[in-house]
Nanobody
Framework: QVQLVESGGGLVQAGGSLRLSCAAS????????MAWFRQAPGKEREFAAA????????IYADSVKGRFTISRDNAKSTVYLQMNSLKPEDTAVYYC?????????????????WGQGTQVTVSS
């Protein structure tokens, strides 16, 4: 089992920045690809960003590309999501997820472990 705990959410004005963190425990963090998904009110959960277990490969949704950066620190068992130039449409609950080594994907069904989520609200 892998336990994931997100933090760093909050209320920010449009154009501002936030950095989300996801701390993992339970199994060897470096064995897992990591991702961030988000779910806005009344909408389905959607992919935001993912990073390979090596840290050398990252993928992003078109909606966040150029504004968000995913990174990881395997020594701290933590993955981060730096969010810049935030927009009201970025408002959502953000979830951290883990998948066993393999190709990094955007598909939620490929991720076996999920955190409880952290709320991000961007005001206009």
């Amino acid at each position: 089992q892998v336990q994931l705990v997100e933090s760093g959410g909050g209320l920010v004005q449009a154009g501002g920045s936030l950095r989300l963190s996801c701390a993992a425990s339970g199994r060897t963090f470096s064995n897992y690809n990591m991702a961030w998904f988000r779910q806005a009110p009344g909408k389905e959960r959607e992919f935001a960003a993912a990073i390979a277990w090596t840290g050398r490969t990252t993928i992003y949704a078109d909606s966040v590309k150029g504004r968000f950066t995913i990174s990881r620190d395997n020594a701290k068992s933590t993955v981060y999501l730096q969010m810049n130039s935030l927009k009201p449409e970025d408002t959502a609950v953000y979830y951290c997820a883990a998948a066993s080594r393999g190709a990094v994907t955007k598909q939620a069904q490929d991720y076996s472990y999920w955190g409880q989520g952290t709320q991000v609200t961007v005001s206009s």
